[in-house]
């Protein structure tokens, strides 16, 4: 085998590898709902488990007096002492803070 075809094939493996890299951590990248979902809970395992969760990925409109922003509306939900509780939440779609926390 030349020097020159074993350069070649080992160039065109680690451009391969490169582009396999990129595009899986394209893929890997997390969506601003979802940097959301994972600090609500952050913040809910801080006092116990969590059973379950969910989040709307596209945001919506929300109002509070004279504030209006674009908010994730998502769910938390968890046992605590024997029993199911299930709370609803609104966060800034632009700083993932909460805005409204509300237990159903």
Do not use: C, H
């Not at 504030?67 to 002492?81: E, L």
């Amino acid at each position: 085998m030349k020097l020159k075809d074993f350069l070649a094939g080992a160039l065109t493996g680690v451009a391969a590898g490169l582009i396999v890299n990129q595009a899986i951590r394209k893929m890997e990248m997390n969506t601003p709902a979802e940097d959301v979902l994972r600090s609500v809970k952050e913040a809910f395992k801080k006092e116990g488990p969590i059973d379950g969760s969910w989040i709307v990925m596209k945001p919506e409109p929300f109002q509070n007096g004279v504030i209006s922003m674009d908010v994730y509306r998502g769910g938390i939900s968890r046992i605590q002492n024997g029993s199911l509780e299930q709370f609803e939440f609104a966060a800034d779609s632009k700083t993932g803070t909460v805005v409204e926390l509300i237990k159903k």
